[in-house]
């Protein structure tokens, strides 16, 4: 019987938090790294992203329920990796490289995004796929 390939996904922050705060798809990937289906991979960058977007006022977030989500329900499951900076490959939006250089350094076989510049990259060297279409693969 052959062994389950574990996908190495970088997650945007967009569904880590949505995964973490709300229900739907996108807790299902918050299941899926839990259950150690998939294998999370994230950049001190990415971590400090998570942070960041965690405090925006209106997830009304405490500082200790944010620092409970990052031990407790992100960094425990993450692999964290270390990333030089590459190439730019988003113009729109070069902050969203960082998950793309990730991706490279970790060997990722995909990132989930919602974010639109990343999703309309049309040359990235590594999948960027919606919640749904991930999802959809993994059933």
């Not at 950049?43 to 944010?66: H, M, N, T």
């Not at 900076?85 to 250089?101: H, T, V």
């Not at 510049?117 to 749904?132: D, F, G, M, Q």
């Amino acid at each position: 019987m052959g062994s389950v390939k574990v996908e190495r996904v970088v997650i945007d922050t967009n569904v880590v938090v949505s995964g973490l705060l709300f229900e739907g798809g996108a807790a299902e990937i918050v299941d899926l790294w839990k259950q150690r289906k998939i294998e999370p991979l994230c950049s001190g960058d990415i971590i400090q992203e998570y942070i960041r977007v965690l405090a925006y006022p209106k997830f009304a977030l405490s500082s200790s329920e944010i620092d409970f989500l990052l031990t407790q329900e992100i960094m425990p499951w993450f692999e964290v990796v270390q990333v030089d900076r590459g190439k730019p490959y988003i113009k729109a939006d070069p902050s969203d490289d960082k998950f793309i250089w990730c991706a490279l350094a970790g060997n990722a076989d995909a990132i989930i995004s919602g974010d639109e510049h990343l999703l309309a990259l049309r040359s990235s060297p590594v999948p960027i796929l919606r919640v749904k279409e991930f999802l959809s693969r993994k059933r």
